[in-house]
């Protein structure tokens, strides 16, 4: 049978390769160098008094953390083109090709339509303005009428909808293997029993933060350990810990580096102004801004996003994304970006509960999107993928739910039309903020969106009766309006546990 | 390993064959079965390291070998060298469907040497998907590592370059920094080796002059 080792040493050359001449490399080796100077350390057993030295002053878990990220990423086959590790399937790489390319259309023909240019630079006067009211660009009202999102999520979902993979046989359209949804993609989505043995700490005996907060508590934070406060997370955190506990979880540990390249992003902000940056303040100003919860948070949303929308070291994620970014210059300097679409401010919005200091919030929310939202609005093959997502929702519902399902098919309510909006926000915007912080504290612990999709399902058997109620695609909606008074983790220990199959 | 370095074997790759069920009068289906016959160079059996592919929505591949023992004189015989590996988790969905994989010889259960034809096996039994195959498909040979040689030649690429300086009543700097690292190993030693123990034999009534040494 194959020889594990051989197996094992690719990947850890692999890993070699991408953090050496990384900053955490450079700073242990300096430490190394330095404590040579150490009375402790003897030659003859040079390597493991440094190595020891190492441990004890906690660089060796960090290293620990930095390779435990490493081993979260896809492994690849040294005859794979770089495409096919961001996607495999060629037919999705295509799909989310074309898709990039009409959005950077829409958002070209706009420029055009307008008479504003994709980049621009400021002259000084506006340069100095906008350094004045920086932590109060939410007083600024622009007129923005003219600007329209390049699109939004419903947009998107038809693109979803009209995905067929040119292999796949449809001619089996009405079977015992039939499929009552939208989505006619066949990717490997989880079941109830599959989901029962993945989520085991969700279980209805083990108890949950925000149900039961009695639950004992692991001091993980003192010990720095990203895969512990992973674990940790599964079972929901406490408020107090929950901002240091989802930094370590990110590794996202507020360097001075990091603290810099925010600066410099802040700079880029003030020098230069997007077309992009439009639609930015637009959306802010639609969603955010007209929410009880998040308004206070406007400015903090502004400096954030505006930073986020130039920011090139976000173009590395895309290694493992099948998108290829945007590219626009200016004088010469490539920027590249992600393009906004109709409620993205909402991603950083619940994150502004946990962060008040900007460059600590832009960090982790940078990292909780290369790692998790980009999958929400990009064409993959991914379990954390929407495409699976959504095919998840609508599995789940037609296997434990069929009368409502064929109900709402028939009255012309496909479920996923309403569940979509949820799902591509990851609930954001949609539960009061705690909990959906508690819902986010299981993305992080299970490092997957797939209880986004079995919250939707799990909310849709919440409000069931209502809905077999109802004769209309309008009252259907009106039904799953406010989602507002949810508490998030008994829903899903019910519609996982109680189940019955 | 398939190293960079390592050139494929170059075979030809026949046309692969669908196995079909009943006869074409009552109407042939399609059995998800499929045989891919590729040939070696003829007359110059080949030792596998590895075989890589890609996958094009393949559930399962066996792996036949055609070797010929060199010295015997029977003829070349099939033999299995790995069944039904299984390349996508579920026949059925995606995942799997087109990936990169390789085969290497330790995984298969014979000694892939003096092959002189390979037959992969492809199943694929559900009927979700319109075709399967495998594509890319390469054959690498197994290389004998030879540290020693490589070592060798590497050293020999080095352009020895031996210039005697000009040296006007300085010492010749060879002999100058062996005795030098002679005297750092002895330091080094020294160090490691300290003890508390005084150097008795050198001291002559509490004083350590050399040029008072007693002789008796």
Known sequence: ?501 | MSGEDVQPVSCSIKPPVYLQMGDSETGAAPSGVCVVDVALPFGKPVNIQEITFKNYYTAYVTVRLLRKSPGQEGPAKWCTALRDLPLMDNPHTEAGSQDYCSVHRAQMQVEPDHVTSVRLILRQPSSAWLTFSLEEVNIFPHVEPNPEKEVSDWLSDLTLVDQHPDLEGLPDPQTVSSSIQQMWALTEVMQTNQTTASIGRYDVDGCYDINLLSLT
């Open chain 1, 1 to 501: 049978m194959m020889d594990d080792g051989s197996e094992l040493s690719p990947t850890v050359a692999h890993i070699v390769r991408r953090l050496r001449g990384s900053h955490l490399h450079s700073q242990i080796e300096r430490r190394a160098k330095d404590c040579l100077h150490q009375p402790e350390i003897k030659l003859d057993s040079l390597k493991e008094d440094v190595r020891s030295f190492l441990k004890t002053s906690g660089w060796e878990r960090q290293l620990q953390n930095a390779v435990y990220r490493e081993l979260q990423l896809p492994p690849s086959h040294p005859a794979a083109p770089p495409e096919h590790l961001k996607e495999p399937l060629a037919y999705m790489r295509k799909a989310q090709a074309s898709w990039e390319k009409r959005v950077l259309k829409s958002l070209n023909s706009m420029s055009t339509e307008l008479g504003v240019p994709l980049a621009r630079m400021r002259p000084a006067a506006e340069q100095k303005e906008l350094a004045n009211k920086w932590n109060e660009m939410g007083t600024d009202e622009p007129d923005l009428t003219s600007f329209r999102p390049v699109y939004a999520p419903k947009d998107f979902l038809e693109v979803l909808i009209g995905l067929r993979n040119p292999n796949h046989d449809g001619s089996e359209a009405v079977g015992v293997r039939s499929h009552w949804g939208l989505i006619q993609v066949p990717l490997n989505v989880r079941d109830i029993p599959q989901l029962r043995r993945a989520y085991s700490e969700l279980s209805l005996t083990t108890g949950q933060l925000g149900i039961d907060d009695h639950a004992h508590i692991h001091p993980v934070i003192v010990e720095q350990d990203s895969a512990a406060a992973q674990q940790y997370s599964r079972q929901g955190c406490s408020t107090g810990l929950r901002a240091d506990l989802w930094a370590l979880i990110l590794n996202s540990n507020n360097q001075p580096q990091d603290v810099m390249h925010y600066e410099q992003l802040t700079a880029g902000v003030i020098q230069h102004d997007l077309l992009v940056d439009n639609l930015i303040y637009k959306d802010v100003k639609l969603t955010a801004s007209n929410d009880d919860y998040y308004f206070v948070f406007e400015d903090f949303l502004y400096q954030v996003l505006l930073c986020f929308s130039r920011d090139t070291a976000v173009l590395e994620h895309f290694k493992y994304n099948s998108a290829t970014p945007p590219r626009s210059f200016i004088q010469g300097e490539r920027m590249s970006r992600v393009i906004p679409f109709h409620g993205f401010s909402m991603y950083v919005a619940p994150l502004c509960f946990l962060y008040n200091e900007p460059s600590k919030l832009y960090s982790v929310f940078r990292e909780m999107y290369i790692r998790y939202f980009f999958r929400l609005h990009s064409i993959s093959s991914s379990p954390s993928g929407i495409v699976s997502l959504c095919l998840q929702f609508e599995r789940l519902l037609q296997t434990h739910l069929p009368q409502l399902f064929y109900h709402l098919r028939q009255i012309g309510a496909q479920p996923l039309r309403i569940a979509f909006k949820w799902m591509v926000r990851a609930f954001s915007g949609y539960l009061s903020t705690d909990q959906l912080l508690l819902l986010w504290d299981r993305i992080l612990g299970y490092d997957s969106l797939e209880v986004v999709a079995v919250l939707a399902a799990a909310v849709f058997a919440f409000r069931a009766e209502n809905l077999m109620e109802v004769t209309s695609l309008g009252s259907a909606e009106a039904v799953l309006a406010d989602l507002s008074t949810l508490k998030v983790m008994p829903l899903i220990q019910v519609f996982l546990f109680a189940t019955a199959i």
